[in-house]
């Protein structure tokens, strides 16, 4: 085979092996270069904050809805037709105390105080003439017994005439009737004095229960009108004017405005912290609490579930019915006075009657505490940096948690350098760029004192 064809059959394989090998270059030239991960000793710029010891206020929430602190369902006693119904008396309005809302008819209770009244003046009459007579007869008795006396003295001389035979046996015989029949007259007397005390306690009796009925029949007379008792704010309304209704028909229903109501459900636990445990047994299930705590000592505010910008301060005024023991749960009832009165709205309603409202109570610490914030507290480890501008790891355990705040029991000590930023990965030991958060410091004591976050 001559060179010039070996030449054609080498050239275009050599050519190929060139174009692959510059193709292999030209792709490791332009293949990014690894990434370079950091090493221990790379510096982490993070935000720190001294921990200190702080005075606190504990804190608890719960939810309930609105009731008045006082409700009026106005319900017949008697019977009748309405003849008179309040203008304002339409649900939603409120009414001021004193004024007269609706009236039944009085007509036929009228009727009925005034027959009491007259039986119970003929029973009056009635016993003044028995008392009268009683005095009359005990009168006539007294001279009827002198009567008697006189008698018995001349009867006596009589026999002692006719023993000596001076006087004639008829003569003593005349004088013995007249006698017997002077003991008969005040024996009489007597038994008519004697039976009038059982007649005055019949007429007393019969006086007894015209008076009954008398106050029975008034009393239905002043059920005819309904005032209203109190400030009120008119819920529901049944009755119309000229409808005859009947005893034991409701006919409205009002609410009192001067202190509304929320039944919130806190558990025991942390009623225990907002109290002290001092002041509750370990196990208090079953124990009567409402002499033993002083619900003085803690701070409470009412706002809207909806809008928390719309607020009311309420106060803790007592348990509502002990502890549930499946709960584990006290029912606290919050007041608010006047929420009328301080009403402006529609920045500031006033509170009625199914108003679905969350709770704040709150009230100082027992004792200062080491607080974080919470989200400084990662899986139940605190980040620090050591002396060494260093991060270390220490594990700690919570005495509670509310809002954005952690409080320490232990593992964590006072004037070590919490971090607050969130470090991925938090290598122990690894170096970082500490600095100081004077203004997040500040926040955290004005949270702990109570100030919202």
């Known amino acids: 085979m001559s060179r010039s064809v070996r030449l054609k059959r080498v050239l275009p394989a050599a050519g190929a092996l060139v174009i692959g090998v510059a193709f292999i270059i030209l792709m490791v030239n332009l293949k990014p270069p690894p990434a370079q991960q950091p090493g221990d000793d790379a510096l982490r710029t993070v935000r720190v904050i001294e921990a200190e010891a702080l005075p606190y206020r504990v804190e608890a929430r719960g939810f309930g809805s609105v009731t008045p602190a006082r409700s009026w369902r106005a319900v017949a006693a008697v019977g009748g037709r309405v003849i008179y119904r309040h203008p304002e008396l339409e649900s939603g309005n409120l009414i001021q105390a004193g004024t007269r809302l609706l009236e039944i008819d009085p007509t036929r209770f009228e009727l009925a105080v005034a027959a009491a009244e007259a039986e119970l003046a003929g029973i009056e009459t009635e016993i003044r003439q028995l008392e009268q007579e009683k005095k009359n007869t005990a009168d006539l008795l007294a001279l009827e017994r002198q009567r008697l006396e006189l008698a018995e003295q001349e009867l006596d001389r009589v026999e002692r005439l006719a023993r000596t035979g001076a006087l004639s046996q008829t003569r003593r015989d005349e004088q013995a009737r007249a006698t017997l029949a002077q003991r008969q007259a005040v024996q009489s007397l007597d038994n008519r004095l004697r039976l009038i005390p059982s007649q005055l306690d019949h007429l007393r009796a019969r006086r007894d229960g015209a008076q009954t009925a008398l106050a029975r029949a008034r009393e239905d007379l002043a059920d005819t009108r309904f005032t209203a008792p109190y400030d009120i704010r008119v819920h529901q309304v049944e009755v119309e004017l000229h409808q005859q209704v009947r005893a034991g028909e409701l006919l409205f229903a009002a609410d009192g405005i001067e202190t509304a109501e929320v039944v919130v459900q806190v558990p025991i636990p942390q009623l225990r912290q907002l109290l002290g ?170 949270r702990a004192a109570g100030a919202a976050p």
Do not use: C, F, K
Request: negative net charge; glycine residues 6%; without cysteine.
């Open 277 to 446: 445990a001092a002041q509750l047994p370990a196990d208090p299930v079953g124990v009567e609490l409402a002499g033993r705590l002083n619900l003085e000592s803690i701070e409470a505010q009412l706002h809207l579930s909806a809008n928390p910008q719309v607020r009311w301060p309420a106060r803790v005024s007592r348990i509502a019915s002990g502890i549930d023991p499946r709960t584990r749960t006290v029912q606290l009832v919050l007041s608010v006075a006047d929420p009328w009165r301080s009403a402006r709205p529609p920045q500031q309603p006033p509170l009625v009657r199914g108003m679905y409202v969350e709770a704040l109570m709150s009230a100082p610490a027992a004792e200062p505490r080491i607080l974080v914030p919470l989200a400084a507290v990662h899986q139940g480890e605190v980040h620090v940096a050591d002396a060494d501008d260093r991060l270390r790891r220490r594990p700690v355990e919570l005495l509670l948690s509310q809002r954005d705040l952690a409080v320490i029991a232990t593992g964590l000590e006072a004037g070590e350098r919490v971090i607050l930023d969130d470090l991925a990965p938090a290598i122990d030991g690894m170096r970082l760029r500490v600095e100081p958060d004077p203004g997040a410091q500040r926040a955290l004591a004005e």
